[in-house]
């Protein structure tokens, strides 16, 4: 929880851009939701999170949207070795997005990867590295 600041890293071309991710508790400590800002020079990207165990699929669940796309996107949720594997869930599997997070010494990775060949390849989208502002 808390405030996060470090910069997001593009797998394509290598640019780095700063960025600021806020994390609060909901729901009593059930949930959480993050609320994203990169500052970027045509207007900022913002995104917003929210996390809860799904009671339904007996699994954590995390919806997202961006002021980019404007749509939901779902992704479900499994702890592996000490990280979060996070999957979109949907109709199309030959297309999903995968996002892999984990806190290692003080730092927050977080990678985002895509498939178009229902996983037999992924590409790295983005990496951001974050540190912790305070402990909110």
Do not use: C
């Not at 851009?17 to 508790?25: G, K």
């Not at 954590?60 to 999957?87: A, C």
């Not at 990867?113 to 502002?133: I, M, P």
């Amino acid at each position: 929880m808390g405030l996060w600041h470090g910069h997001r890293t593009d797998g394509d071309s290598g640019t780095r851009h700063s960025m600021t991710l806020r994390v609060e508790s909901i729901l009593g400590g059930a949930g959480r939701v993050e609320h994203l800002r990169i500052p970027l020079p045509e207007s900022d990207y913002l995104g917003y999170a929210v996390e809860v165990h799904d009671p339904q699929w007996n699994r954590p669940v995390r919806q997202y949207v961006n002021n980019r796309r404007m749509r939901f996107v779902r992704l479900e949720g499994s702890r592996e070795e000490g990280r979060w594997i996070w999957l979109s869930a949907g109709e199309n599997e030959l297309r999903r997005s995968k996002l892999v997070t984990e806190i290692r010494n003080g730092l927050w990775l977080r990678k985002q990867y895509r498939t178009t060949d229902g996983g037999a390849t992924w590409q790295l989208l983005w990496q951001d590295e974050l540190e912790r502002v305070n402990n909110r």
